[in-house]
């Protein structure tokens, strides 16, 4: 396997990423999470930090994207 270097730094990945990272761990395995981190990686290899306007986003959208069943739930807001 070719080692792929990403222009992603720590703070790329927010609270929404490790609580996906978190709830696909809880639903799959280690081993899953670690496909979906070199899958981010590998998509992540081919930009450069100017292509991509909030990377937190990304590549929120980007686990999203490898699997889709696993969702965050999020709290309804409450009502005024």
């Given at each position: 396997m070719e080692k792929t270097v990403s222009p992603m730094t720590k703070k790329?990945?927010?609270f929404?990423?490790?609580?996906?990272?978190?709830?696909f761990c809880t639903k799959y395995n280690v081993i899953r999470v670690s496909e979906a981190l070199a899958m981010v990686e590998k998509s992540t290899a081919s930009?450069?930090?100017e292509d991509?306007?909030?990377?937190?986003?990304?590549?929120?959208?980007?686990?999203?994207?490898f699997d889709p069943e696993v969702s965050?739930?999020?709290?309804?807001?409450?009502e005024a």
């Open positions: 790329d990945m927010d929404r990423c490790k609580r996906f990272l978190f709830e930009k450069t930090r991509v306007r909030s990377w937190p986003a990304y590549v929120a959208t980007l686990l999203r994207k965050i739930e999020r709290k309804p807001k409450a």
